[in-house]
Nanobody, 125 residues
């Protein structure tokens, strides 16, 4: 499966952006799909994701209540709606997918085999 992330940009603190992760080659059915982010000088961190069944969503504590992950199966796309953005949300955001990752590994970026190219989100104060 190939993934393409888009939707990043420059936004003021308190603003919103919606990121998209479009899959090509096949559907994302049976794949855990996640968004990670990496700020300069920091490790890649988990932001939000779907379980392999698609029935469960997970969020990092730092984004709960502000970010929402959703999907459109017909469009083979997963979205990340980001509201109330903060300067500390500034990072390159990556989408990832894998069809063998288990629940305990969902938040570990090393568990995902398929990655999009990343999209830069910059939040100004």
């Amino acid at each position: 499966v190939q993934l393409q992330a888009s939707g990043g940009g420059l936004v003021q603190a308190g603003g919103s952006l919606r990121l998209s992760c479009a899959a090509s080659g096949r559907t994302l059915s049976g794949y855990a799909v996640a968004w990670f982010r990496q700020a300069p000088g920091k490790e890649r961190e988990y932001v939000a994701g779907y379980s392999r069944s698609g029935g469960h969503t997970y969020y990092a504590d730092s984004v709960k209540g502000r970010f929402t992950i959703s999907r459109d199966n017909a469009k083979k796309t997963v979205y990340l709606q980001m509201n109330s953005l903060k300067p500390e949300d500034t990072a390159v955001y990556y989408c990832a997918a894998d069809n063998s990752v288990i629940t305990s590994q969902y938040r570990d970026y090393a568990s995902y085999d398929y990655w999009g190219q990343g999209t830069l989100v910059t939040v100004s104060s």
